[in-house]
């Protein structure tokens, strides 16, 4: 029996168990790609309009969630589909392939069904290859899709299909970057962070790369969410980036591949420490307990949002000098350099606030993997209640989110304090996230509620993330109306500093929070365990 015996077997399965996320994750993104085409050309018809939104593109905002901005003196329906559209496409296909490629790897080890199937006549590689080749198929079904929508709007039918290719060879990328993490931990939790905080890095080198010089630099070709956009689709095509694709990916999979074969089955290459004999007096509570297992994941999720704040507050000085020396920019916006500033960096503040709110819901929804797994009857079974278990889990999870909030704020004010010489900006920015703390508290509170009620309709709680994020970053380009945006979680609450805080909607938010936590409680108490 070779290694890889029974890939294809376990290949079909894992599609007909798929069949409903991945149909979803599918339709979800070519389904926006084409919504998104007709709206861009209808939006800007003229050759004005086009030019005027290729001058947005070229500010520090535009660089940053758009990219290097190839094809903007000529700004047709071609190049401005993949300045407005590709990092969007590129981060949701990350996070497609990274859930995609734990779950069917690191999960199933640490549940014990990867041991059961290893018992039959299985391979030690399947598991692996199986959901490397089934996330490949995926995106490589999605790239197809979307090239075949550019095409059938009539763009370049060569450099639709190079476009296509490499936004599917980006996300087979990450999930081939994930494949990797899943082999240094023994827990799933901790291979999904360490996998998107690859991604994280990974986008902040090619911000970095493409401020600091037109076109990008060195450390933008260092990031593999550059390599699609370096191969200038709808401008001047060069198919030679798309090939760093080819070979990062062999390099990744071939090394996953290696270390798998070093470790044991259900461990990681980065074997736990064993703990102490006795608990100390940290340990005698609940909510201790519960903030001791999840130090891990609080110190990277904080350490990441730290980090992009951080990077993302020193590009304040970049979007000052490029409005001082462009006279033109100055006119489109029509106001002062500081307004700007201002604008930029409470847009940024969204992202910390997302980050914030997806640890929240990630830290009640552990729960269920307790309760699944047999430990949460367990503590059950002594003097611990329903309500004081659940309820210690929402006050890590609060505090958590709350320590994740601040951390971005700090680092968002101390970047642009340091570049602009002006310490201001740190009571400005900390206050601009703390406006928006309920947003990101929501989801943690929605989390206790689906799980105390009804665990199977988890999917709904990521739906609503979604689409929040995806009303918040494009909804504006799109043509939300107002009713859609105000059904994004991050659009209830004005955003500072470029607005006015509002406390009747700040309390209303606060006490919706807590009305949901609340209910979930009363839920959890009610309802039989490992049930829906």
């Not at 980036?241 to 270390?259: D, F, R």
């Not at 994004?488 to 406390?503: G, H, K, N, Q, Y």
Request: aromatic fraction near 8%; glycine fraction near 12%; charged fraction near 15%.
């Amino acid at each position: 029996m070779s290694g890889f015996t029974g890939t294809g077997t376990l290949t079909r399965f894992i599609l007909r168990r798929d069949r409903i996320r991945l149909s979803v994750w599918t339709l979800a993104l070519a389904g926006t790609t084409a919504a998104t085409v007709p709206v861009l050309d209808d939006m800007f018809s003229t050759v004005e309009e086009r030019q005027g939104r290729a001058a947005l593109m070229d500010t520090p905002t535009g660089i940053v969630f758009g990219g290097p901005g190839y094809g903007l003196d000529d700004y047709t329906l071609g190049p401005m589909m993949v300045n407005e559209m590709t990092m969007t496409l590129l981060i949701a296909m990350a996070v497609m392939s990274i859930l995609h490629v734990i779950r069917h790897t690191r999960a199933e080890e640490e549940s014990g069904r990867a041991e059961l199937l290893r018992a039959n006549v299985l391979g030690g590689g399947a598991p692996m290859a199986s959901a490397l080749l089934t996330i490949t198929l995926v995106n490589l079904l999605i790239g197809g899709t979307i090239a075949l929508t550019l095409i059938g709007f009539d763009l370049a039918a060569a450099d639709s299909l190079a476009y296509g290719l490499g936004l599917a060879l980006g996300g087979i990328t990450f999930g081939a970057i994930a494949a990797v993490c899943a082999q240094v931990s023994g827990h799933a939790r901790t291979a999904s962070g360490l996998a998107f905080l690859a991604v994280g890095l990974l986008f902040m080198l090619r911000v970095v790369g493409d401020m600091a010089e037109s076109g990008g630099n060195l450390l933008s070709w260092l990031s593999p969410f550059a390599w699609g956009q370096q191969a200038q689709p709808f401008h001047d095509l060069r198919w030679v980036p798309l090939a760093l694709y080819g070979l990062v990916i062999v390099a990744l999979v071939v090394a996953a591949h290696l270390l798998s074969g070093r470790r044991d089955l259900g461990a990681g290459l980065v074997a736990a420490r064993p703990g102490p004999e006795g608990a100390g007096r940290l340990l005698r509570g609940v909510t201790t307990l519960q903030l001791h297992q999840q130090r891990g994941s609080i110190i990277v999720w904080t350490l990441a949002v730290l980090l992009f704040a951080v990077s993302f507050g020193t590009l304040a000085v970049e979007v000052e000098g490029m409005f001082e020396t462009n006279p033109d920019l100055q006119a489109v916006f029509g106001t002062g350099v500081d307004d700007v500033i201002g604008g930029f960096l409470s847009f940024v503040t969204s992202y910390v606030i997302m980050g914030a709110a997806a640890f929240g819901a990630l830290s009640v929804l552990r729960l269920r993997a307790e309760e699944n797994s047999g430990r949460t009857e367990l503590v059950l079974a002594t003097a611990v209640g329903r309500v004081a278990w659940l309820g210690s889990a929402l006050v890590v999870a609060a505090l958590s989110t709350l320590f994740v909030v601040v951390a971005g704020g700090l680092g968002l004010g101390l970047g642009a304090a340091a570049v602009l010489k002006d310490g201001a900006w740190v009571g400005r920015l900390l206050e601009a996230v703390l406006a928006q703390l309920p947003a990101a508290l929501v989801f943690g509170a929605l989390a206790a509620l689906v799980l105390g009620a009804a665990p199977r309709l988890t999917g709904l709680l990521w739906l609503w993330l979604g689409y929040s994020i995806l009303a918040t970053v494009m909804g504006g380009l799109l043509e939300f109306p107002e009713w859609a945006m105000n059904l994004s979680a991050f659009e209830i609450l004005p955003r500072l500093p470029v607005e006015d805080f509002e406390p009747l909607h700040y309390v209303l938010y606060a006490g919706a929070v807590l009305l949901l936590g609340a209910l979930s409680l009363v839920g959890f108490r009610n309802r039989d365990l490992a049930t829906a």
